[in-house]
């Protein structure tokens, strides 16, 4: 087989006129001169292909050369990342949280699945207040939903150390419901929901209608569509939860109203703070209220919460 005239330099393709006479006047028979040319032709093609064959081993051998480089540089950078990262969730603040949104989902997972069962509208998971039709000039202070654990609702209530029987529970931010019927588990004298969402306040009012009279041990539930600041107290004794529910601002003129409330008619209350604000800010909210005092749980249940429950809870009451 002839070497493919493609590999072989076209100077060397015709032989010219003048070297095939020198040739011939050698001696050589036109067969010779074939042959000659033949093999001269095999020999230039086969150098053709081992330079071409060197050519592309040399680009073979920089590709793996820079790709091996690029590997490494990506290593290295990967390598740098995840060791600021392992130094950044390393750090007590930040083992902290990532271990309470641990806890946040497994609470979400295990101990709220049971009654979230029960709800017409899911009440689990988070809604920006962006997504919302509010109607009130404080919609700047108030906070995203998301809604109480169970399990830190239950340790609430746990550390009332009075019957709930004769209470009124009034949950600022009710949202979908969640906490107004796990506070219908227990009995309570009636539950007041306030929300200023439309769309919460409507699942909130569906949840109620469709969950199992049967497990209600307190069947006078409401959820009313109405700013936090303009809730009527009650006349009655109080649990008051609010659950991450607006800023300071707001809080404060609550609080106030809460305080105004019982100076004209004294009787026991309890606020029950969960996600509260900055502690030293709550804790001057209520020293300047004069009338409410903590509530310090004992060592082995303040050491319960801290490794159970993902949410910080605080518990005031009235001095009478």
Same mark, same amino acid.
């Given at each position: 087989?002839?070497?493919?005239?493609?590999?072989?330099?076209?100077?060397?393709?015709?032989?010219?006129?003048?070297?095939?006479?020198?040739?011939?006047?050698?001696?050589?028979?036109?067969?010779?001169?074939?042959?000659?040319?033949?093999?001269?032709?095999?020999?230039?093609?086969?150098?053709?292909?081992?330079?071409?064959?060197?050519?592309?081993?040399?680009?073979?051998?920089?590709?793996?050369?820079?790709?091996?480089?690029?590997?490494?540089?990506?290593?290295?950078?990967?390598?740098?990342?995840?060791?600021?990262?392992?130094?950044?969730?390393?750090?007590?603040?930040?083992?902290?949280?990532?271990?309470?949104?641990?806890?946040?989902?497994?609470?979400?997972?295990?101990?709220?699945?049971?009654?979230?069962?029960?709800?017409?509208?899911?009440?689990?998971?988070?809604?920006?207040?962006?997504?919302?039709?509010?109607?009130?000039?404080?919609?700047?202070?108030?906070?995203?939903?998301?809604?109480?654990?169970?399990?830190?609702? %239950?340790?609430?209530? !746990? $550390?009332? /150390?009075?019957? #709930?029987?004769?209470?009124?529970? =009034? +949950?600022?931010?009710?949202?979908?419901?969640?906490?107004?019927?796990?506070?219908?588990?227990?009995?309570?004298?009636?539950?007041?929901?306030?929300?200023?969402?439309?769309?919460?306040?409507?699942?909130? %009012?569906?949840?109620? !209608? $469709?969950? /199992?009279?049967? #497990?209600?041990?307190?069947?006078? =539930? +409401?959820?009313?569509?109405?700013?936090?600041?303009?809730?009527?107290?009650?006349?009655?004794?109080?649990?008051?939860?609010?659950?991450?529910?607006?800023?300071?601002?707001?809080?404060?003129?609550?609080?106030?109203?809460?305080?105004?409330?019982?100076?004209?008619?004294?009787?026991?209350?309890?606020? =029950?703070?969960?996600?509260?604000?900055?502690?030293?800010?709550?804790?001057?909210?209520?020293?300047?209220?004069?009338?409410?005092e903590p509530i310090y749980h004992s060592q082995s249940e303040k050491m319960r919460m801290q490794i159970l429950s993902p949410d910080q809870v605080q518990i005031f009451r009235t001095l009478i």
């Amino acid at each position: 087989m002839r070497p493919s005239q493609d590999l072989v330099p076209t100077s060397a393709k015709q032989p010219s006129s003048g070297l095939m006479s020198r040739l011939r006047h050698l001696g050589l028979k036109p067969g010779a001169i074939s042959l000659f040319f033949e093999r001269l032709l095999k020999k230039q093609s086969t150098r053709t292909l081992i330079k071409m064959g060197r050519t592309g081993i040399s680009k073979s051998r920089t590709g793996i050369s820079k790709a091996t480089e690029l590997t490494g540089q990506e290593l290295s950078t990967r390598a740098k990342q995840t060791a600021r990262s392992i130094k950044h969730h390393s750090k007590p603040e930040n083992l902290n949280k990532d271990y309470r949104k641990l806890l946040h989902l497994t609470q979400e997972m295990a101990y709220d699945r049971a009654i979230e069962k029960l709800f017409f509208v899911p009440a689990k998971g988070f809604v920006s207040l962006d997504d919302l039709t509010i109607d009130s000039p404080n919609r700047s202070f108030g906070h995203n939903y998301h809604p109480i654990h169970r399990l830190s609702f %239950n340790w609430a209530m !746990a $550390q009332i /150390p009075d019957p #709930l029987v004769g209470f009124t529970f =009034v +949950d600022y931010g009710a949202g979908r419901g969640r906490a107004l019927l796990l506070a219908a588990l227990h009995p309570f004298r009636k539950i007041i929901g306030v929300e200023f969402a439309s769309e919460l306040h409507d699942d909130a %009012n569906m949840n109620i !209608a $469709q969950f /199992p009279r049967s #497990l209600m041990k307190c069947r006078d =539930v +409401d959820c009313l569509l109405l700013d936090a600041v303009d809730f009527p107290i009650p006349d009655t004794k109080g649990i008051f939860l609010f659950n991450d529910s607006f800023d300071r601002e707001v809080l404060e003129t609550v609080l106030a109203r809460i305080t105004s409330s019982y100076r004209a008619n004294p009787r026991r209350m309890y606020l =029950v703070f969960v996600r509260p604000l900055n502690a030293t800010v709550l804790d001057n909210l209520m020293e300047r209220t004069v009338i409410f005092e903590p509530i310090y749980h004992s060592q082995s249940e303040k050491m319960r919460m801290q490794i159970l429950s993902p949410d910080q809870v605080q518990i005031f009451r009235t001095l009478i």
